[in-house]
């Protein structure tokens, strides 16, 4: 069984920072990518930002460039998204998901973390 657990949310003011964390436990598993995604009241889920496991490569949405960084700790079996200059409109339930291989479907998904931005 493997298990997706994501940390970090808050209430944070527009122009604030947060980091997100993503730990995998549970059995092992060989892992492609791992991705974050949102989903706000209203409106659909939506992907923000990639990486892959082995290489490291990004990929973040371009609403996101220049402000969230993902990163991960092979170590520490865990996945980071840093928020910096939180804006209101990235308020939203944040959720991680692992891919086991290219073009596969999420095989594990977190619980989410919430995400509130005041103006």
């Known amino acids: 069984q493997v298990q997706l657990v994501e940390s970090g949310g808050g209430l944070v003011q527009a122009g604030g920072s947060l980091r997100l964390s993503c730990a995998a436990s549970?059995?092992?598993?060989?892992?492609?990518?791992m991705d974050w995604f949102r989903h706000a009241p209203g409106k659909e889920r939506e992907f923000v930002a990639g990486i892959v496991w082995s290489s490291g490569e990004t990929y973040p949405v371009n609403a996101v460039k220049g402000r969230f960084t993902i990163s991960r700790d092979n170590a520490k079996n865990t996945m980071y998204l840093q928020m910096n200059n939180l804006k209101p409109e990235d308020a939203a339930v944040y959720y991680c998901a692992a891919k086991i291989a290219p073009g596969s479907e999420y095989a594990y998904w977190g619980q989410g973390t919430q995400v509130t931005v005041s103006s």
């Open positions: 549970g059995r092992t598993f060989r892992r492609y990518a």
